[in-house]
């Protein structure tokens, strides 16, 4: 069949958005309708370099939409299912899937491939050439084949444009507060970077009952949204936010730190670091530079004083659960999705919602199908 997606041909080039071929799907995969996908800062990584993946390449992993066509094998969705794609597949067999650990399935080592996990091949192709997808999904297209593995079936009665940011931002941000940092009630958390990812670390941990909980970011519109989703204080730079945690625990530090900055540094590291208490805990979620491997940071500090830096992906989810839960609170008012929506574009205006981004004006841009 013919649909239309948006595909970047060459690094540092802008998204194109053109007629493609896609196959139907094959054993074990489905064909989907997009009704929503976010404009997420890991896909400006591609476009950057600092992700190195193979182009051309359809962009998108943060979507949801509607099954239109099952492949053979496929016994657990069916045509007209409502469906969320989590970015990170999940077996349910692997070792790591087996130890509740789903964000890890070993299926992710096939993410920057782009081909299909079932047989390696490609299902969409233009102007002659196989395109492949980000994260496994190409969701910047008003349809795409996937493995079943990545789906999420969901309710009917939640709307696609809303519950696409479910399949990755909202889970990686409330995941890097609640499941990998641990934040509990009365503790103070510090949340560097507050744009899609971030403003849900800010969500979750004020949800887990933090005391203080400082957003840190460079742009004003971010700083006032953050204390909307629940920051008790918000700063531009880690430099504040140091000297603000040190007076509001009396010296001790923060019993958390996130970091979800557009793109992390080694040196931001160390920054986060030390700012953290005794025990405490920085989380890095950020993707770096794929060439980055030096951190500053005070080794001594961190074995004297116990802390612990720690990576997470997906945020340290199960998507299979955390989803379905989080889909739960936002229904219960609990959980703030319409509002992540900053603004709404259509495909073909992707390069501006990019643009968008890259100049702060969003939390999250969605397109619209």
């Known amino acids: ?6 595909i970047l041909w060459e690094r540092g080039g802008p998204w194109s958005v053109e007629q493609i071929e896609l196959d ?4 074990g995969e489905v ?6 996908s976010g404009l997420c800062h890991s896909d400006e990584h591609v476009l950057t370099g600092d992700l190195p993946w193979p182009l051309p390449m359809i ?9 239109v066509e099952t492949g053979p094998g496929v016994e657990w969705l069916k045509a007209g299912d409502r469906i969320i794609f989590g970015f990170i597949p999940a077996c349910g067999r692997c070792a790591s899937c087996s130890a509740g650990m789903q964000n890890l399935c070993e299926l992710g080592q096939y993410l920057g491939e782009g081909t299909q996990i079932s047989d390696h091949t490609a299902r969409h192709h233009a102007r002659g050439k196989d395109l492949g997808l980000m994260c496994l999904l190409g969701t910047f297209a008003r349809h795409t084949v996937v493995s ?3 789906c999420i079936k969901i309710d009917d009665d939640i709307p696609l444009d809303k519950a696409c940011l479910l399949g990755c931002g909202v889970v990686t941000g409330w995941g890097s507060a609640v499941n ?3 934040v509990k009630a009365g503790d103070t958390v510090v949340v560097v970077g507050t744009g899609g990812i971030g403003i849900n670390a800010v969500q979750g941990a004020a949800l887990a009952g933090a005391e203080h909980l400082v957003a840190v970011d460079p742009e004003e519109f971010k700083r006032e949204k953050s204390i909307e989703f629940g920051a008790t204080h918000a700063v531009a730079t880690s430099e504040e936010a140091l000297e603000l945690v040190r007076e509001l625990t009396r010296g001790r530090g923060a019993n958390v730190v996130v970091n979800t900055m557009g793109v992390g540094t080694g040196r931001q590291i160390g920054a986060s670091l030390a ?9 890095v979620t950020n993707l770096h530079n794929a060439t980055e491997t030096q951190v500053e940071m005070s080794a001594l500090d961190l074995v004297l004083m116990e802390k612990r830096v720690v990576g997470s992906l997906f945020g340290t989810a199960n998507p299979r659960l955390d989803i379905p839960r989080l889909l739960g609170l936002y229904c219960s008012g609990n959980l703030k999705l319409d509002e992540l929506a900053t603004r709404t574009y259509k495909l073909d205006d992707i390069n501006t919602g990019y643009d968008d981004m890259r100049q702060g004006r969003n939390l999250r841009g969605v397109i619209s199908f």
């Open 1 to 6: 069949m013919e649909t239309t997606a948006a």
């Open 59 to 67: 962009g998108g992993h943060e979507g949801a939409g509607t099954v």
């Open 180 to 182: 990998a940092g641990g």
């Open 148 to 150: 079943e593995a990545n």
């Open 275 to 283: 700012m953290t208490a005794k025990r405490g805990t920085v989380v």
């Open 24 to 27: 139907p799907p094959k054993a």
């Open 31 to 36: 064909l989907v309708e997009l009704g929503g």
